[in-house]
């Protein structure tokens, strides 16, 4: 019987360590440092997102690998995906 993928649609998969963006997945390094420079790197393009070859969208990624490593920037990711939920939940009720 074959396994099936986890259904996740958006975050980090900790039992492949994939970065998991709709259907796309992106194997993360195993090097803890690595990781963390890579999400750094991604965070500062994208503040360069004005710029023709790097964009905006470079942010919302880095933090998403940071997130991995960095209690704070999880803590912050939950935060705003808890306050995403209730907000698209009370929209939905009206």
């Known amino acids: 019987m074959a396994t099936k993928k986890n259904d996740m649609?958006?975050?980090i998969d900790?039992?492949?360590?994939?970065?998991?963006?709709?259907?796309?997945r992106l194997k993360l390094p195993e090097?803890?440092?690595l990781r963390t420079l890579i999400g750094v790197?991604?965070?500062f393009g994208g503040l360069l997102g004005f710029?023709?070859?790097?964009?905006?969208?470079?942010v919302p990624l880095g933090l998403l690998?940071?997130?991995h490593d960095s209690h704070f920037v999880?803590?912050?990711r939950r935060r705003l995906a808890v306050w995403w939920a209730s907000?698209?939940?009370r929209r939905s009720a009206r």
Do not use: C, D, H
């Open 74 to 76: 999880r803590r912050q």
């Open 87 to 89: 907000r698209k939940a």
């Open 65 to 67: 690998v940071l997130s």
């Open 9 to 11: 649609k958006f975050g």
């Open 41 to 43: 790197l991604l965070v």
């Open 14 to 24: 900790p039992r492949t360590r994939e970065i998991v963006v709709g259907s796309f």
């Open 51 to 58: 710029l023709p070859v790097l964009g905006f969208w470079m």
């Open 31 to 33: 090097s803890r440092w």
